[in-house]
Nanobody
């Protein structure tokens, strides 16, 4: 069941920047953290990064930490995935998620309780 709303995905060129949006319609952010994952056909969902919604500290996967960042605007109840210098290997469906308990770390997709509908990002060479 989709409970978060996403937007921002589109087709871009190598080296472009893009910002994805994630919100919980009609409510304040419902959980401790917001995570971002991505998935390509035939592969498992890959952790991109996460943010502690209250404190604002983030964690990013090594594959993107030099190019991507995560932020949130608590007043607007919206989280963001900022992606710079996009590469063709970043092409995927991107998902945001919300969760509160992470015994195995933020990168554990099974720990998240709410998910967005996904948004396609396509990077052309």
């Amino acid at each position: 069941q989709v409970q978060l709303r996403q937007s921002g995905g589109q087709s871009v060129q190598t080296g472009d920047s893009l910002r994805l949006f994630c919100t919980a319609p009609g409510r304040t952010w419902p959980h401790y953290a917001m995570g971002w994952f991505r998935q390509v056909p035939g592969k498992d969902r890959e952790f991109v990064g996460a943010i502690n919604w209250g404190a604002g500290n983030t964690g990013l996967a090594d594959s993107v930490k030099d190019r991507f960042s995560i932020s949130r605007n608590r007043a607007e109840n919206t989280g963001y995935l900022h992606m710079n210098n996009l590469q063709p290997e970043d092409t995927a469906v991107y998902y945001c998620a919300a969760g509160s308990g992470f015994p195995r770390g933020w990168n554990d997709a099974d720990a998240y309780r709410m998910w967005g509908q996904g948004t396609q990002v396509t990077v052309s060479a």
